[in-house]
């Protein structure tokens, strides 16, 4: 459970100007995000500014306990499934997650509910303070990360769910002592940065777990799980062995779910969720938050619980005739999953993609994964961010591949068109990455 705090940890450091929120959004810009840096630049891993900063901050990841969650996919499914099973046991939940679709408050949020613009503004605030008075000068990705853990030790609550950002072992979220680390699954993404082969990615996030941890695996190749026992936690879970879904159907509105944990079993579970990627993600949340409270759930508050989870720009239903679909899957294993679940639905009509990505990314396999050749067209269009891979590249994979292709850069614009294209018995599908997603989210949610 959550170590002693002092009464330090509830301080509040802030220059000496109270900070507007438009203050807070332009010192996060004067910083250097590596979330968006092109491709192939390195910077040597380290933890030491932002273990710094936390020092002078009173070392507020100590002031409640954490559910650590890393993995290749699934890991913000899994962090909002487990935020609800906690609060729904009445828990003061804070979560931290990456990236945000619209706004960035979304990323820090307490019992499901974004930190609002004054309390955010307050959080970057005393960040920036220490930053002035020790000459340490973290990365956005950094600051936001200490801004969330203060927040969370301001407001006094009583566990934390923190997303990795990319990893495990480097990731400024690492700074953290996890009373349960959570492994959704391992796949072939940010080669560049966490290393070739998924054997190194897997050892990159085995980093995230202490001795002291209770370690959810989610991930079942037998040649890795070697990796993940060699950090010696103090209990691990398999998924199959220990936890899992004993049935995963197809349900109206989402998935009909039996999942079985060390502690209980729970039958006929709806999850108002699209794909049976998303039950294995409840399963893992379950066992999580299992783990954490060392005894099986309430069987109705569960329910409850995840009856009411959304997960925003995750097949995400935004239009009918044609059917709008939006998903942030940004790489080919998210690619498949997405594929497999746009099955179930039975559209009569072809697909038609709007699909940007990020650079570093393989547009050719994440489109054959997708099921260009089927579409009736690929719109290829890009986001205005640094990282954004030119929609000519995106459009030449796709007529490699033999699709039919055009470049429409603007995402209204390529909605605009996609709309166009498609009859109503087609599907629309905007993919490719959380960014254009959150552009499309904008024409179409507001």
């Not at 070392?59 to 909002?80: C, E, M």
């Amino acid at each position: 459970m959550a170590r002693p705090v002092s009464s330090g940890a509830r301080r509040r450091h802030t220059p000496a100007r109270r900070w507007s929120y438009d203050d807070a959004l332009a010192y996060l810009d004067d910083h250097v995000d590596l979330e968006a840096l092109a491709a192939g630049h390195f910077e040597a891993p380290t933890l030491e500014r932002v273990e710094r900063l936390a020092t002078l901050l009173a070392d507020p990841q100590h002031a409640q306990p954490v559910l650590h969650i890393t993995g290749t996919n699934g890991k913000g499914s899994t962090a909002r499934m487990a935020t609800a099973l906690l609060a729904a046991h009445g828990l003061s939940v804070g979560t931290y997650t990456s990236p945000d679709l619209t706004r960035v408050n979304e990323r820090i949020s307490r019992n499901g509910d974004p930190i609002d613009d004054a309390d955010f503004a307050e959080a970057v605030a005393a960040v920036a303070g220490l930053e002035q008075a020790s000459g340490v000068r973290p990365t956005r990705f950094e600051i936001l990360t200490l801004a969330a853990l203060g927040w969370f030790a301001a407001t006094a609550v009583d566990v934390a769910v923190v997303e990795v950002g990319m990893g495990g072992r480097w990731d400024a979220t690492n700074v953290v002592d996890a009373a349960v680390a959570v492994v959704t699954n391992v796949g072939l993404d940010h080669t560049g940065v966490l290393g070739p082969t998924r054997a190194h990615i897997a050892a990159e996030k085995a980093g995230i777990v202490g001795p002291g941890a209770t370690l959810v695996l989610g991930e079942t190749d037998a040649d890795l799980v070697p990796i993940f026992e060699a950090t010696q936690p103090a209990a691990l879970w398999r998924r199959h062995d220990d936890f899992g879904c004993l049935a995963n159907e197809v349900a109206v509105g989402g998935r009909l779910l039996d999942v079985r944990t060390p502690a209980a079993t729970y039958d006929q579970v709806l999850l108002p969720l699209h794909g049976a990627h998303q039950g294995d993600n409840a399963a893992i949340a379950i066992a999580a938050v299992e783990a954490f409270f060392g005894r099986a759930l309430d069987d109705d508050v569960l329910r409850e619980a995840l009856g009411g989870v959304r997960v925003p720009g995750r097949f995400e239903i935004v239009g009918r005739r044609p059917l709008v679909v939006l998903d942030g899957a940004h790489n080919p294993d998210g690619c498949q999953a997405l594929a497999d679940t746009l099955d179930d639905f039975s559209v009569a009509g072809a697909p038609v993609l709007v699909v940007g990505m990020s650079q570093g990314r393989s547009a050719r396999e994440m489109l054959s994964a997708l099921g260009a050749t089927r579409a009736r067209l690929v719109v290829a269009c890009a986001v205005d961010w640094p990282r954004s891979m030119p929609a000519g590249e995106i459009a030449a994979a796709a007529r490699e591949l033999g699709a039919a292709a055009e470049v429409v850069p603007d995402v209204a614009d390529a909605l605009q068109r996609a709309l166009a294209v498609a009859g109503a018995d087609d599907v629309v599908l905007v993919t490719g990455s959380l960014y254009v997603v959150g552009a499309a989210r904008t024409v179409f949610l507001g």
